[in-house]
């Protein structure tokens, strides 16, 4: 029979870990002196006006990430808006032994996202993220900024899908974006990456009372539905007929939270299948024209798993419910 290692040796081996680990978690983003989970500020972040090179196919180029959500936000509204023939998209893959991003091949003379960045006049110890947006006119990153990005590519002059942010809407869908963006999108890190217990019990509280009032909303739009509904082809955020960026922006999270966010942050209250409307919503979107193509679940899993070594030492990706019939599935039952 094994015997348990002294006393006396795991006190001094949670210590250290305790201290490694702290120092690890500020290289994965900074947080404040309580311990909150704070997001770096993104370089090449202030919208610019539509390039006169917009209507030029090719023109630009959209350099996103599969396992980022902030990049999947941007790739799902360039694929509803219907860009394919105006914006190019690139994949970006991760390289966890540098800790960057690369290109599977060399993408305007530049192996990785951070020489791409330096190129466009980045500086020094920049973080080079996804999503971005590349001119290839003025060969640099006009943009990289998600909230902005998604709202520029909205606006294509091109676009041929829905528009994303209907005017008679623009109040409501706002309103929505500001709170998912803090208490959900970016909820999620502030409970993986909280340094404190109560800095994640105050970010897995918020995270979880918005998602419980999305669902409300969800479900009275589902018992009332607005003008453009009443067909029963189920509800949307922000009241609109068609997905909005509100919507948007919710999907990428929602999508990895048994995958990922679940297991890995510690956002595990409540499945989702006790937010029905909010579970028939992730499968309506997930089955919107394109979409579908947008997730990589192994990718997530993979990337997040193998790749935050302070969350996961191990490195082991654990088995996870399969993607496909996770959001076809019907919820069971409540009580």
Same mark, same amino acid.
């Given at each position: /029979?094994? /015997?348990?290692?002294?006393?006396?040796?795991?006190?001094?081996?949670? *210590?250290?870990?305790?201290?490694?680990?702290?120092?690890? /978690?500020?290289?994965?983003?900074?947080?404040?002196?309580?311990?909150?989970?704070?997001?770096?500020?993104?370089?090449?972040?202030?919208?610019?006006?539509?390039?006169?090179?917009?209507?030029?196919?090719? #023109?630009?180029?959209?350099?996103?990430?599969?396992?980022?959500?902030?990049?999947?936000?941007?790739?799902?509204?360039?694929?509803?808006? #219907?860009?394919?023939?105006?914006?190019?998209?690139?994949?970006?893959?991760?390289?966890?032994?540098?800790?960057?991003?690369?290109?599977?091949?060399?993408?305007?003379?530049?192996?990785?996202?951070?020489?791409?960045?330096?190129?466009?006049?980045?500086?020094?110890?920049?973080?080079?993220?996804?999503?971005?947006?590349?001119?290839?006119?003025?060969?640099?990153?006009?943009?990289?900024?998600?909230?902005?990005?998604?709202?520029?590519?909205?606006?294509?002059?091109?676009?041929?899908?829905?528009?994303?942010?209907?005017?008679?809407?623009?109040?409501?869908?706002?309103?929505?974006?500001?709170?998912?963006?803090?208490?959900?999108?970016?909820?999620?890190?502030?409970? #993986?990456?909280?340094?404190?217990?109560?800095?994640?019990?105050?970010?897995?509280?918020?995270?979880?009372?918005?998602?419980?009032?999305?669902?409300?909303?969800?479900?009275?739009?589902?018992?009332?539905?607005?003008?453009?509904?009443?067909? #029963?082809?189920?509800?949307?955020?922000?009241?609109?007929?068609?997905?909005?960026?509100?919507?948007?922006?919710?999907?990428?999270?929602?999508?990895?939270?048994? /995958?990922?966010?679940?297991?890995?942050?510690?956002?595990?209250?409540?499945?989702?299948?006790?937010?029905?409307?909010?579970?028939?919503?992730?499968?309506?979107?997930?089955?919107?024209?394109?979409?579908?193509?947008?997730?990589?679940?192994? *990718?997530?899993?993979?990337?997040?798993?193998?790749?935050?070594?302070?969350?996961?030492?191990?490195?082991?990706?654990?088995?996870?419910?399969?993607?496909?019939?996770?959001?076809?599935?019907?919820?069971?039952?409540?009580?």
């Amino acid at each position: /029979m094994a /015997m348990a290692p002294p006393a006396a040796l795991v006190r001094g081996v949670r *210590h250290f870990w305790h201290c490694q680990w702290r120092q690890l /978690m500020a290289g994965l983003g900074p947080a404040d002196a309580q311990g909150r989970y704070i997001r770096p500020a993104p370089v090449f972040a202030t919208l610019p006006p539509q390039s006169a090179e917009a209507g030029r196919p090719g #023109g630009h180029v959209l350099i996103v990430g599969r396992s980022c959500p902030w990049a999947h936000r941007a790739w799902i509204t360039w694929t509803l808006r #219907g860009l394919q023939p105006w914006v190019d998209l690139q994949l970006v893959e991760p390289d966890p032994q540098a800790g960057r991003w690369r290109f599977p091949q060399p993408f305007e003379g530049c192996a990785t996202l951070l020489d791409l960045y330096r190129r466009s006049g980045a500086p020094a110890g920049t973080r080079a993220t996804v999503p971005a947006l590349y001119g290839r006119s003025g060969q640099t990153i006009v943009l990289s900024e998600s909230a902005r990005l998604i709202e520029l590519l909205n606006d294509w002059p091109q676009a041929s899908g829905p528009d994303l942010a209907p005017e008679t809407h623009r109040s409501a869908i706002e309103t929505w974006r500001q709170r998912l963006q803090g208490e959900v999108n970016d909820g999620v890190y502030r409970c #993986g990456f909280a340094r404190t217990q109560a800095a994640y019990d105050e970010a897995e509280a918020a995270l979880f009372q918005c998602l419980e009032d999305a669902d409300r909303s969800l479900a009275a739009a589902e018992a009332n539905p607005p003008p453009g509904l009443e067909d #029963g082809g189920g509800a949307w955020l922000a009241g609109t007929a068609n997905p909005s960026l509100a919507d948007v922006v919710l999907f990428p999270t929602l999508i990895r939270l048994e /995958m990922v966010y679940s297991p890995l942050f510690g956002c595990s209250r409540r499945p989702l299948w006790q937010l029905p409307a909010l579970w028939r919503w992730r499968s309506r979107f997930y089955g919107l024209p394109g979409v579908a193509a947008t997730c990589a679940s192994e *990718h997530w899993r993979r990337d997040y798993f193998g790749a935050l070594f302070p969350l996961h030492p191990s490195g082991i990706v654990p088995a996870g419910p399969d993607l496909s019939t996770l959001v076809q599935a019907q919820p069971p039952a409540l009580p």
